[in-house]
């Protein structure tokens, strides 16, 4: 299973816990799940080599999603092994610059969530921060998943495989 569907099951655990208390009523975009993948987990050399949103409703129900792989500007792709995405995946991939306006367009007043947030926040921040000018704010906030998680049940990993 890839990575990307492996999120997308992970949003049919919030939409299963939030649906046992609110009826399915299809609606506009509230909510905006994000994953990144990425060279490493190093926000000042690592870049972001897949980026993906599912927008979903109130009720958690996807009303849409968007994903993109990213060329990491000639940064070496050396753990393959964890996303299974290659350079030669990305190389004719768009870069971050290319795609941030979309992306921040797409999740712009949406309430971000993200399972590691503080990973996928810290790697989304240093690549915008390279592209916008110095003294320009740039802010993600993101709700944690594996915080919510925790609050919600007690288990011993709270990997996605764990949740799902």
Do not use: C
Request: no cysteine.
């Amino acid at each position: 299973m890839s990575v990307w569907a492996s999120r997308l099951e992970g949003m049919g655990f919030l939409e299963n816990l939030l649906n046992r208390y609110a009826p399915r009523t299809p609606g506009k975009p509230v909510f905006a799940v994000i994953d990144t993948e990425t060279t490493g987990f190093n926000k000042r050399y690592d870049r972001i080599i897949e980026l993906a949103a599912v927008r979903a409703d109130a009720y958690f129900n996807p009303v849409d999603s968007w994903h993109t792989l990213l060329n990491p500007d000639g940064k070496a792709i050396k753990n393959s092994h964890i996303h299974g995405i290659t350079n030669a995946d990305v190389a004719r991939a768009p870069t971050f610059p290319e795609v941030y306006t979309e992306f921040a367009a797409r999740v712009d007043g949406m309430v971000l969530m993200a399972h590691n947030a503080p990973f996928d926040s810290k790697m989304i921040l240093a690549e915008a921060e390279r592209i916008i000018p110095d003294g320009e704010d740039v802010y993600f906030p993101f709700v944690d998943t594996i915080a919510l998680a925790k609050q919600m049940v007690s288990l011993r990993s709270y990997k996605l495989a764990s949740l799902l």
